[in-house]
């Protein structure tokens, strides 16, 4: 006889737990670049005698192709899809380094690290986290967002002991070479773990997954046109807006600011780069703590509260800041940790809920804000400081900034849709039951007999 069972399914490739754990590869090997530019300063000074002036414009125009290459990139995987793209942009990270160690001019800095390092960090920033999400999760959106945002800030704070040791026990040139392979080590894992969904691949996803709009029109179209069409409604720009707060308040002052405000103080240069790890470190568990709240509370109120207690840390800042490292200033650490980069979760969740498909390349327009609030404050701090002779003035300002982002938070209209559950699935309403009395049964009557027909 033969076997009645049926016979399994092939088993369909990868998983979104898989997608998700290169993604993160991906994204912590390119947020490693983001950290050893603010060390190259000194030692590309010290080493080729170029001016701090040369060496910061590299820096700020990697800053400016990652925050402008961001909704670019977004399209771009529309088109060619995500495993092109980030294997692509760690070709781009890795070659940037590599070429900066055969560097001899500044202009070779602006292009190799400025234009290269940045097009490939930008590309595989909180965009990149927002497209995998997107594809392969409709439950647990809010969480993984936290873990794949989480991932780039491993990249940036956790190596920056480690780059720094390597720089002071071999050089500078050491450290870039050990990026560019650390790069070309992760090449092989991305493009085997990164790929597009198919149908019932995505997590609490059972229909096919829609194939995205833009594959076949031109990447770079695609881009502006949705930024017209969200610049022409309100939520874009508040959302804008609050992230470019965002921006000043962390990149703007605190990685620019942080180090020489506290060695004004009498504090080491090397003690505040370990309390900036340090925030990185909690940077992790309020990031993915924030995702886990987005699932089941309004962005909006998270998004409020977050800039609201930040914008108060900010303001003791100048009052906890001696030349020694106590317990106000740790507990500084830890609290703005973990609300530095709680901020992405409930910001992607309203650029979802809001601008749906186009949600990835949205929220790459207000990652550009984001840049370019943290590169205006950056350069404003450096004039505050050479006009009052202190950082006080830019910790003040920086904490009313956050609290004018916490009332525009809350002006964000609420966005159309479904309520969801906690694990992020959608709530179909269910009309409610009506009892309805059963039919009575009709009584039976006694039949009359019937009566004899009539003779004849």
């Known amino acids: 006889m033969k ?87 760690l070709c781009l990270v890795g070659a940037g380094a590599g070429l900066a160690t055969t560097m001899t001019a500044p202009w070779q800095f602006v292009l190799y690290w400025g234009v290269l390092v940045g097009l490939g960090t930008g590309a595989t920033a909180t965009t990149f986290a927002a497209t995998v999400t997107e594809r392969w999760f409709v439950a647990r959106r809010g969480l993984v967002t936290g873990l794949l945002t989480a991932a780039s800030v491993v990249g940036q704070f956790v190596f920056l002991p480690v780059l720094s040791w390597v720089i002071d026990a071999y050089s500078w040139r050491a450290a870039a070479t050990a990026l560019a392979c650390a790069a070309a080590c992760a090449l092989p894992v991305v493009w085997a773990a990164v790929r597009e969904p198919q ?41 804008a807006g609050t992230f470019a707060v965002c921006g000043a308040s962390t990149n703007g002052v605190m990685w ?61 800042l100048p009052l906890l800041l001696t030349s020694a490292v106590d317990a106000p200033l740790v507990a500084f650490t830890v609290v703005f940790g973990l609300l530095d980069v709680a901020t992405v ?10 601008y749906g498909a186009d949600a990835p390349i949205v929220f790459g327009w207000v990652s550009a804000a984001h840049q370019v609030g943290a590169g205006a404050v950056a ?64 009584r039976r009557s006694r039949a009359l007999p019937a009566s004899p027909p009539p003779c004849r």
């Open 3 to 89: 076997n009645s069972r049926p016979r399994p399914h092939p088993r369909k490739p990868g998983s979104p737990w898989t997608v998700a754990a290169g993604a993160a590869l991906a994204i912590v090997t390119a947020g490693a670049f983001s950290t050893l530019a603010g060390l190259l300063v000194g030692p590309l000074h010290a080493d080729l005698g170029w001016s701090r002036a040369s060496v910061g414009l590299g820096s700020l125009v990697n800053m400016v192709v990652y925050g402008a290459s961001a909704p670019f990139a977004a399209a771009l995987m529309d088109r060619f899809g995500m495993r092109r793209v980030a294997v692509g942009a």
């Open 199 to 239: 149908k019932g691949q995505a997590l609490g996803r059972t229909e096919d997954t829609p194939r995205p709009t833009g594959r076949t029109e031109a990447s770079a179209r695609r881009a502006l046109r949705t930024l017209v069409r969200a610049a022409r409604t309100g939520p874009f720009w508040l959302l």
């Open 256 to 316: 620019t600011h942080f180090a020489p405000a506290a060695h004004d103080h009498g504090m080491p240069v090397t003690v505040a780069a370990s309390l900036l790890s340090l925030i990185g470190i909690f940077n992790v568990a309020g990031t993915v703590g924030s995702g886990w709240l987005t699932d089941r509370a309004d962005p909006r109120r998270l998004l409020a509260t977050y800039y609201a207690l930040r914008g108060l840390t900010l303001l003791a």
């Open 345 to 354: 979760p409930p910001t992607i969740a309203l650029c979802r809920a809001h």
């Open 379 to 442: 350069f404003a701090g450096g004039v505050a400081r050479d006009a009052f002779g202190s950082y006080d003035p830019v910790w003040v300002g920086a904490g009313a900034l956050c609290a004018g982002a916490a009332l525009l938070a809350l002006t964000v209209r609420r966005p159309p849709g479904p309520r969801v559950t906690p694990q992020g699935l959608p709530v179909t309403p269910q009309e409610p039951r009506v009892t309805r009395p059963a039919p009575a049964t009709p």
